[in-house]
């Protein structure tokens, strides 16, 4: 039983480039949610799915955007990167009903040179 | 927006010695959770409290949810190094979007053994 599975696990980028980060769950799960992790900042929502082919912006959307074209996988992308955009990315997803906890993916750590 | 506050942000102690956490929201919330990250991992669910004045416990944590329901705490007793990472409250989005967390920045709580 896998969970949430998010890849890769590291990478370094430099200013400018691009990327897509890779979230899958095997548990079924309707919503699912992309979370950057800064220090003292806590953990910030960047976007959102309630469903197959539907997203929604979060906290801090800017600079990202994401795909959900089928409801195991939600993808954040990084259409050019840059240092600000340098933490740790976390994947989510939780089941429909009302008040169900979120299942966290072990993170991604990205840095932007 | 809505606000979810914890406080203190640090907190070391020594091995044995307890420790509470606090969790304030600036809106009236519907349930609220509790999630640990250990060092380096990822968040990982504790417990939800729904009532007004609940009170639950897991062995030696103890979590409460306020009358009002706009604060919660966390209390763990004799503390043990199994106990360090970072405790981390959440409640749902103030707009009426049960699936959306609001989580407060965490307190980090190092043990010395």
């Known amino acids: 039983n896998a969970g949430v599975t998010q890849t890769p696990k590291f990478r370094v980028l430099k200013t400018g480039q691009s990327m897509t980060l890779l979230c899958a769950q095997d548990?079924?799960?309707?919503?699912m949610y992309w979370y950057r992790q800064d220090p003292g900042m806590g953990l910030r929502l960047i976007h959102y799915?309630?469903?197959?082919?539907?997203?929604a912006k979060g906290e801090v959307p800017d600079g990202y955007n994401v795909s959900r074209l089928k409801k195991q996988n939600f993808l954040l992308g990084l259409e050019s990167a840059a240092p600000s955009q340098t933490s740790v990315y976390f994947c989510?997803?939780?089941?429909?009903?009302?008040?169900?906890?979120?299942?966290f993916g072990d993170g991604t750590r990205l840095s932007i040179l | 927006g809505q606000q979810v506050m914890q406080i203190p942000q640090y907190q070391h102690v020594q091995e044995g010695e307890d420790f509470t956490t606090y969790c304030n929201s600036s809106?009236?919330?519907?349930?609220i959770q509790w999630y640990k990250q250990r060092p380096g991992g990822h968040p990982v669910f504790l417990i939800q409290?729904?009532?007004?004045?609940e009170v639950k416990k897991q062995k030696r944590l103890t979590f409460q949810f306020g009358e009002a329901k706009k604060n919660s705490s966390l209390h763990i007793t004799a503390t043990q190094t199994t106990d360090v990472g970072t405790y981390f409250c959440?409640?749902?989005?103030?707009?009426?979007?049960?699936?959306?967390?609001?989580f407060g920045k965490g307190t980090l709580l190092t043990v010395n053994p």
């Open positions: 548990m079924n799960h309707e919503y």
């Open positions: 989510a997803s939780s089941s429909s009903t009302a008040g169900q906890p979120q299942h």
């Open positions: 799915s309630v469903g197959e082919g539907t997203t």
């Open positions: 959440a409640g749902p989005y103030s707009g009426g979007s049960n699936y959306k967390l609001t």
């Open positions: 809106t009236t919330l519907s349930n």
């Open positions: 409290l729904v009532k007004s004045g």
